[in-house]
């Protein structure tokens, strides 16, 4: 007896590979919109009719994931579904896992329960690690993987992934992590795959600074040149060239000092470092906002560093090439000056964009989210909402999900989003794409792409500012997203990189 209301469509990739997961851990790597959610509510319909008296947990990074897995699943199965999250009392979610036969959690939920011992993993027949490319560090799909096969009865593990590491090491880990005996692979060239792609056309537009955006760029570079030259002088990085200094450097020499200062040591040296780093690591962030997003971002993020209490924030308050800036960009503003991408995407969306489409912008920064709402909202048939995450001043995940719903429902037609919405939301009916700003990660490029086109063709514009981190970073993800495909396609080739006790060979 099955557990689906009706007959699913039979793709035969989903089958061989539906196959493949009933005979041990495995992880499925598939493309985003080809039915990964199908493929873990077959494997749940087969463990709990092999397993009558069992149950499935469902792991998701965030709450608008899971509601909407339930809600798949929902309509899929007729099942008793529960979800586990930080809204329902512990008493009731203890309730819950020996009650429903799928349970949908955030791994952060399930780790807590775990520690205060209210979940038992004994009578689990399946655990599904959606994302599961967060399987790697101190995340908390580790630990659960860990307890999950030590205590049920009947485990088997199914991760989900559609872009697992571009790195070799991690995908290793990932593979190890969960004990995975096999990994699943289908990319967009399979012949049995082909027919369900739905074809997106992927256009990069660049854009030139203005000679003023320039000039205030250059200015900010200044700055950040005589900050490294005090820092060597302090006797920092004395020995690293400057050229080699940049902000991933500044970041780790930071966390150095301040694991140093944690252990209990105080003196000028670090103090002075630390002040110095961060100064460092705004201004990075000062020039890429007015390189790469907007001129009243930038100009927003010096009146908070100009309000700010900390004495990095007074030291640059203070400089005079600072203050230059805060009222040259003021200036500039108030004459109507803005950096030339809000103005292309105004062409995108009048080229390419109408009432009845759906779109979404991604950016970066909330400053830019702000800035590309104000720009957009005036425009004609244009409706646009903001979409961001829970943190300060963020909004909630209840409010996240009303707004994605209100979104496809067609109550807002764009969606202006920061990586939030990258992962995993399956938003229906997204005509076209913008990312505002190329970023280093082929895992967010990838998730980024594979929410438009989903159910039919679509558009993507990737905006490029000429002569900044735009262009590094644009074919720095290209080169990480073909190594992920070669060392993807290395383990398809040779199944014997995987061994059976769950941990995958080194790569020849």
């Known amino acids: ?91 009731e979610r203890e309730k819950l896992y020996s009650e429903s036969q799928l349970v ?40 659960i993987a860990k307890e999950y096969l030590q205590a049920s009865v009947h485990p088997l593990i199914l991760g989900l992934t559609a872009s697992p590491a571009s790195e070799r090491e991690k995908i290793r880990t990932i593979c190890s992590n969960l004990q995975i005996t096999n990994v699943e692979i289908r990319s967009e060239e399979d012949s049995d795959v082909i027919p369900y792609i739905k074809r997106k056309e992927v256009e990069e537009v660049k854009v030139d600074l203005s000679s003023d955006l ?69 201004l990075y962030h000062a020039y890429n906002l007015v390189a790469t997003q907007s001129l009243s971002a930038f100009f927003n993020f010096l ?51 109408s009432e009845d489409k759906k779109a979404i912008i991604f950016a970066q920064y909330r400053d830019t989210v702000d800035a590309i709402y104000s720009r957009i909202r005036v425009l004609n048939g244009v409706r646009p909402v903001k979409f961001i995450g829970q943190g300060k001043g963020g909004l909630s995940q209840k409010e996240q999900i009303s707004i994605i719903k209100d979104f496809e429902e067609g109550v807002y037609n764009v969606l202006v989003s920061t990586s939030v919405s990258e992962e995993g939301m399956s938003i229906k009916g997204v005509d076209i794409a913008v ?33 900044t981190n ?11 997203e073909k190594s992920m495909k070669r060392i993807i396609k290395n383990i398809k080739e040779n199944p014997e990189t995987i061994r059976q006790d769950g941990t995958l060979k080194p790569f020849a």
């Open 104 to 143: 949908f959690a955030t791994p952060q939920t399930i780790g807590n329960d775990m520690e205060k011992g209210r979940i038992d993993f004994s009578n689990f027949s399946l655990l599904i690690v959606d994302e599961a490319h967060h399987t790697v560090g101190n995340y908390s799909y580790v630990k």
């Open 435 to 467: 990312f505002y700003e190329t970023i280093p990660s082929a895992i967010r490029n990838i998730q980024r792409r594979g929410r438009v086109g989903r159910f039919a063709a679509g558009r993507i514009f990737i905006l490029i500012t000429s002569g």
């Open 214 to 282: 320039i000039d205030l760029a250059n200015r900010v570079k200044i700055m950040i040149k005589d900050s490294i030259i005090e820092l060597q002088s302090a006797g920092l990085l004395k020995n690293t060239m400057q050229s080699k200094i940049n902000r991933v450097t500044i970041l780790l020499l930071q966390k150095s000092l301040q694991r140093q200062m944690f252990s209990g040591k105080r003196s000028f040296y670090l103090i002075r470092g630390i002040i110095l780093t961060s100064k460092l690591l705004k």
């Open 470 to 480: 735009d262009e590094g970073y644009y074919w720095l993800s290209k080169r990480r």
């Open 303 to 353: 009146l908070k560093i100009e309000s700010g209490k900390a004495k990095t924030d007074k030291e640059l308050a203070s400089d005079p090439k600072f203050i230059y800036l805060r009222e040259r960009a003021e200036e500039l503003l108030n004459n109507g000056v803005e950096h030339p991408k809000l103005e292309k995407l105004v062409y995108l969306l009048g080229s390419y964009f």
């Open 1 to 91: 007896m099955t557990f689906f209301r009706e007959k699913i469509e039979e793709r035969e990739y989903q089958e061989k590979i539906f196959d493949a997961c009933k005979a041990g851990n495995t992880l499925v790597v598939l493309p985003t919109g080809l039915g990964k959610t199908i493929i873990s509510a077959m494997l749940v319909d087969h463990r709990l009719q092999k397993y009558p008296n069992s149950r499935a947990l469902f792991l998701a990074p965030t709450k608008p994931l899971l509601n909407q897995h339930m809600r798949t699943f929902s309509e899929l199965m007729n099942l008793k579904l529960g979800i586990a999250s930080g809204s329902v009392s512990g008493k």
